[in-house]
Structure formats: structure tokens, C-alpha cells
């Protein structure tokens, strides 16, 4: 079974560039949801993806966009980047949008932005 | 809206003794209550869950949590720490009713001393 998978682990932009981060769902898994790990803060949910729709989004602004593939796989897109969007972000992939299912998470994309 | 409150930073415990790692939360629905477990550098893992039934849940590593309705609390219990379950808890929870999202709360360090 393979499990859920991140790229980059690490990138560093500049004020004002655009980053897009790539997750790889866990076998069997049709649902994905990005979260937002600022240093010393616990996960923010970003938006959440199933069957290719965003079915649930978090309190960010449009410039947080993501997209989902036939395959499952995921991306998040974060455009005009600001010196606070420095953080872990976390892809975690389940099987449909059931309230009751954990997540299975990858390991994070740090994002540095200077 | 949800929210999950974890009172303390960080817990020191020496090896062998047994360990609790506090979370409260508020939801309106009836609470679907997680825990998971960061390492450094690493994405989350999850550890247990409460959805219904037994108000005590046991997961991996040979953690339990306690669910208590009355004092809202979902508290993280191991009878004997180890120095590998030095790491950086995570409480999260979602509301029964209809979809949600899950909201963590900031995390708990917990240090196990030889």
C-alpha cells in the first residue's frame, strides 16, 4: 500500500512569485485536503477535493486555489505569496468525506518565502 | 463553529511513568474526537479515535484516550512512556452533525527523560 506522497519536501520563493505543490493520494483514496502548518501552530484546514470538486474550503483567500486529477492526485496553487504563507503544508488523503474517517497525511512541503 | 483547546505547551515525564496529554473541545453536534502524533520533520500520524460506544478508546503504541460528554474532554493516556513517544501531539475534532472539516488544536510537546 503506498502511502501518501508530497513534492517539493522544500522550496524557497520570493514576496509576489507563485508555488504549486504536488500530493499523491494514498492507493484507494478519492478524497484529498490540504492543510497549513504555520511553525508552532497546529494544522489549518485549506480546502478539501473530492471526485475532482473542492467540497469544502477554510478561511483563505482565493489565491489559495488547488486542483484534483482523475487519479486522485492533488495540487495546491498559492499566487501573490506573502512573507506569512511560509509554512508546512500538508496533503491528507481518505476515502470519501465521511465525518467519522481519519486522514492519512504526507510528510509536508515547507514553503519559505523571503 | 468547532474548536479544540490542548492547556498545555509541553509535558515532561520521566520513562516509565504514565503520561496524559490534556484536549477539550466545543462542538454543537455530537464530537468526533482524534489524536495524532508529529515527529520531527514528518507529517502527522494518526494514533486513535473516538466516533461512539466505549468512552475509553485504545490506538497504537499503546495509547488510550478517555472521552468524557459532561467535561468535554478527550484526553491522551499511555500507563508507561517511552523516550520514542517523545514528540508533538495533535487533539483534532469534527462535528457530527452534517459535514465538517477537522479543526486540531495547537499541540502538546510531550518529552520523555531516560
Known amino acids: 500500500e503506498t502511502g501518501v506522497t508530497q513534492s517539493p519536501t522544500h522550496l524557497i520563493k520570493t514576496r509576489g512569485q507563485q508555488v504549486t505543490l504536488r500530493c499523491s493520494s494514498q492507493s484507494g483514496h478519492n478524497t484529498v485536503s490540504w492543510y497549513q502548518q504555520a511553525l508552532g501552530q497546529g494544522p489549518q484546514f485549506i480546502f478539501q477535493y473530492y471526485r475532482e470538486e473542492e467540497n469544502g474550503r477554510g478561511n483563505f483567500p482565493p489565491r489559495f486555489s488547488g486542483l484534483q486529477f482523475p487519479n486522485y492526485s492533488s495540487e495546491l496553487n498559492v499566487n501573490a505569496l506573502e512573507l506569512d504563507d511560509s509554512a508546512l503544508y500538508l496533503c491528507?488523503?481518505?476515502?470519501?468525506?465521511?465525518?467519522?474517517?481519519?486522514?492519512?497525511f504526507g510528510e509536508g512541503s515547507r514553503l519559505t518565502v523571503l | 463553529a468547532q474548536s479544540v483547546a490542548q492547556p498545555e505547551d509541553q509535558v515532561n515525564v520521566a520513562e516509565g511513568n504514565p503520561l496524559t496529554v490534556k484536549c477539550t473541545y466545543s462542538v454543537s453536534g455530537n464530537p468526533y474526537l482524534f489524536w495524532y502524533v508529529q515527529y520531527p520533520n514528518r507529517g502527522l500520524q494518526f494514533l486513535l479515535k473516538y466516533i461512539t460506544g466505549d468512552n475509553l478508546v485504545k490506538g497504537s503504541y499503546g495509547f488510550e484516550a478517555e472521552f468524557n460528554k459532561s467535561q468535554t474532554s478527550f484526553h491522551l493516556k499511555k500507563p508507561s512512556a517511552l523516550v520514542s513517544d517523545s514528540a508533538l501531539y495533535f487533539c483534532a475534532v469534527r462535528d457530527g452533525e452534517g459535514y465538517s472539516t477537522l479543526t486540531f488544536g495547537k499541540g502538546t510537546m510531550l518529552l520523555v527523560s531516560p
Open positions: 491528507a488523503s481518505s476515502f470519501g468525506t465521511s465525518n467519522t474517517g481519519e486522514l492519512f
